[in-house]
Nanobody
Framework: QVQLVESGGGLVQTGGSLRLSCAAS????????MGWFRQAPRKEREFVAA???????YYAESVKGRFTISRDNAKNTVALQMNSLKPEDTAAYFC??????????????WGKGTLVTVSS
């Protein structure tokens, strides 16, 4: 069982930055790919970024060059640095733990989410 707890959401102006963090419980963190997804009001949940067990990173086209995902296996944490934020980035952001070390595996566990609001 893996528990994921997100933090760092909030209200920011267009062009600003936020750093989200996700703390994971359990002993399997380093062997899992980790990711971030988001869900805006009245929209489907969508992929944002992922980092696999070999530290390779993957990004949605909409956030490339603005967001950076990183992980610290010693602390069981994964972070999402978000820069140059836009109103369309407004959403609940969810941390995800994949079933394997590969980004191409399915998501096994979800956090409860943290809200990011970008004002225009």
């Amino acid at each position: 069982q893996v528990q994921l707890v997100e933090s760092g959401g909030g209200l920011v102006q267009t062009g600003g930055s936020l750093r989200l963090s996700c703390a994971a419980s359990g002993r399997t963190f380093s062997s899992r790919a980790m990711g971030w997804f988001r869900q805006a009001p009245r929209k489907e949940r969508e992929f944002v970024a992922a980092i696999d067990s070999g530290f390779s990173t993957y990004y949605a086209e909409s956030v490339k060059g603005r967001f950076t995902i990183s992980r610290d296996n010693a602390k069981n944490t994964v972070a999402l640095q978000m820069n140059s934020l836009k109103p369309e980035d407004t959403a609940a952001y969810f941390c995800a733990a994949y079933s394997t070390g590969s980004y191409y595996g399915g998501v096994d566990y979800w956090g409860k989410g943290t809200l990011v609001t970008v004002s225009s």
